[in-house]
């Protein structure tokens, strides 16, 4: 899975066939074919959705472009072997744009070849688009390449990451911005930055109140304990989760989920500010999460994996303990990041990655405890 990359250009027009039959099938949307007319290679940047977001613009942009993935992409089963076949993208570690990640973006646009990329690097968790570090407007700046930018809306909505289902809905994309490489010369990394971040705002929950719009599906709130671990009414952990179209919890608490996005009229986008609110509040360094039957792999650099530790995991203010394994906050590279529905992680610790996987483990409460050890302890 290491070395240098291949170019799949004369693979593209087939890529594109596949992508938009898929997207006719999932979101049911007609591939929008438009032509960006620039004379130099581009950094194709967009908001992250849904799974599928870089197969809707393979689909809709005419010219040839390769994608920046996760390496967890590498270990979807047959998907990963056929992205790696046809599309062959530059490979990041998850969780944003990591060193080896930014010379194999440089390289390939120095060749002559454009390259898409998610700067948030990580799909949304309640519909609203994560904040843009300032090193995506360095990188465009240091490229020389022109800036194309994508709006996803919708994707959300009908895909919701901590979901078991997705739904029946509109799924849309388009493109918010082309600036040429000669603009891009003149601005200033902020003034690139600030671009990026209007450009790529999305927030799908202030869609919904002015147009309303259905997402049917069956299930509406299974998964929700992916996300939202602390129950909205009591207040305990671990106890609220979905139950058919139902948020529900030991202490009677009974929220509808209902075809626009909303569990008991609150959106997740609030239940989920909500949450986080509760626990910076009452975080302190007596705090203490664990979850039994989790799985911890090694990633190696030419992204295979090893099994390092199956059991309970436990996290407290300022480490996550496995066994005699000890991953201290103090040396993570970034925030862990999460994967697929939240239950699937990513940590990254000095030159060592390790994934961290489990069955119905809600992750994101790791993640609270290391943004809330990095504000207040670092």
């Not at 979101?27 to 870089?54: C, E, G, M, V, W």
């Not at 129950?231 to 030991?250: A, I, K, L, M, Q």
């Not at 030419?302 to 040396?331: C, H, K, P, Q, W």
Request: contains cysteine; charged residues 25%.
């Amino acid at each position: 899975m290491s070395g240098k990359r291949v170019d799949k250009r004369n693979w593209h027009w087939f890529v594109r066939f596949i992508a938009g039959c898929f997207i006719r099938v999932v979101f049911r949307r007609k591939p929008r074919r438009t032509s960006l007319s620039l004379d130099t290679p581009f950094i194709l940047l967009s908001n992250h959705q849904t799974s599928f977001d870089a197969g809707i613009m393979i689909a809709d942009i005419d010219e040839y472009f390769v994608p920046v993935a996760s390496e967890h992409v590498l270990h979807i089963p047959f998907l990963g072997k056929l992205v790696k076949l046809l599309i062959d993208p530059i490979i990041v570690m998850k969780g944003g744009i990591k060193v080896r990640g930014v010379s194999g973006i440089l390289k390939t646009l120095r060749r002559g070849t454009s390259v898409m990329m998610h700067p948030e690097g990580t799909r949304t968790y309640d519909g609203t688009t994560f904040s843009i570090g300032e090193e995506t407007g360095k990188l465009v700046k240091h490229s020389g390449a022109a800036l194309v930018t994508f709006r996803m809306q919708g994707g959300y909505l009908a895909m919701p990451r901590w979901a078991d289902y997705r739904r029946k809905g509109p799924v849309t994309g388009d493109i918010a911005g082309i600036y040429s490489a000669q603009e891009i010369g003149k601005m200033s990394v902020s003034e690139i930055t600030d671009i990026i971040r209007r450009d790529l705002y999305q927030d799908d929950y202030a869609m919904q109140e002015s147009r309303r719009i259905r997402y049917r599906g069956r299930n509406r709130a299974e998964g929700i304990e992916n996300l939202i671990f602390i129950c909205p009414s009591c207040r305990s952990t671990g106890t609220f989760h979905g139950e058919g179209n139902y948020g529900v919890c030991s202490c009677g608490a009974r929220m509808y989920c209902d075809e626009y996005g909303y569990f008991g009229g609150v959106s997740v986008r609030d239940m989920n500010a909500d949450m986080t609110g509760y626990f910076r509040k009452t975080y302190s360094r007596d705090i203490e999460f664990s979850d039994d039957n989790a799985v911890i792999q090694i990633i190696n650099d030419d992204y295979t994996r090893e099994t390092l530790y199956r059991g309970r995991i436990n996290g407290y203010y300022d480490r996550i303990t496995a066994g005699e394994n000890v991953f201290m906050f103090s040396d993570f590279n970034d925030s862990p990041d999460l994967m697929d529905n939240g239950t699937k992680g990513c940590i990254s610790a000095g030159s060592m990655h390790f994934v961290i996987t489990g069955n119905r483990i809600n992750l994101y409460k790791y993640v609270l405890l290391y943004e809330e050890f990095k504000k207040n302890f670092r």
